[in-house]
């Protein structure tokens, strides 16, 4: 049994060696559809989630359309969007995009709604206008809560481009999807195990980035240090 254990292991390490300059042709796919997905549903979902502390019956609609953008199956989500932009990796991101707002938005939302009353009445006190409240004091302080939902949408996100190759996407779902077809568990782990490591990476270093925004937020406010708190709101 052990021999066994480390011919597959052998076996597994040959074939990673020998398939290297494609399995990282498809690792580079796959990271660059996540970041350009996550990063148009940034730009788009902070300011969804500025616009929702404006006003609640606002925050209401927004939340509500970007929750029912997230609960649709992924692969339910890309087929409906390949019929209207057709076979490929834009459908992917896209579709990437979508499933990102709702942590994102609702994310920005909460951190802005977070926010010490006390800390916008010293800022109205020297002056501020609503804009100058809303970047010096409102957003610095809701980064904690922002980088929350980012960390969720970027595990989300990782997951979901697996199956970018159903709608005619890469990435590292194509070495997957070749094994399930031929029967090849070494493609299967080539494909799979890079997608997990790749997940775990990216939630490790946003979370530890998102401990270090709130003890720098924390040592600012003149308090003792302690865990981020911000919600997973995915």
Not at 2 to 20: H, P
Not at 115 to 138: A, H
Not at 204 to 227: E, H, I, N
Request: glycine residues 10%; aromatic residues 8%.
């Amino acid at each position: 049994m052990e021999s066994e254990q480390q011919l597959t292991l052998a076996d597994f390490m040959s074939y990673i060696s020998r398939n290297q300059g494609m399995l990282w042709e498809y690792f580079i796919q796959h990271i660059t559809m996540v970041v350009i997905g996550l990063g148009l549903a940034v730009i788009v979902g902070v300011p969804l989630g500025i616009l929702c502390s404006k006003n609640k019956w606002t925050a209401k609609i927004i939340l509500f359309i970007t929750n029912i953008l997230q609960v649709v199956p992924s692969l339910a989500m890309l087929v409906i969007l390949m019929l209207w932009l057709g076979l490929g990796t834009k459908t992917v991101m896209v579709g990437l995009f979508l499933y990102s707002l709702n942590p994102i938005t609702r994310n920005t939302y909460v951190g802005l709604k977070q926010v010490d009353p006390s800390y916008l009445e010293s800022g109205k006190g020297i002056g501020m206008s609503p804009f100058q409240l809303l970047i010096k004091v409102r957003f610095p302080l809701s980064l904690t809560y922002i980088m929350s939902g980012l960390r969720v949408a970027a595990v989300i996100a990782i997951g979901v481009v697996t199956i970018a190759p159903l709608v005619g996407g890469g990435g590292l779902g194509r070495e997957i999807y070749a094994g399930l077809n031929s029967s090849n568990s070494l493609r299967i782990f080539a494909g799979a195990i890079p997608a997990a490591v790749l997940a775990i990476a990216a939630d490790l270093v946003l979370g530890m980035l998102q401990r270090k925004m709130d003890l720098a937020k924390r040592k600012s406010a003149g308090m003792a240090p302690a865990p981020a708190k911000a919600q997973n709101m995915g």
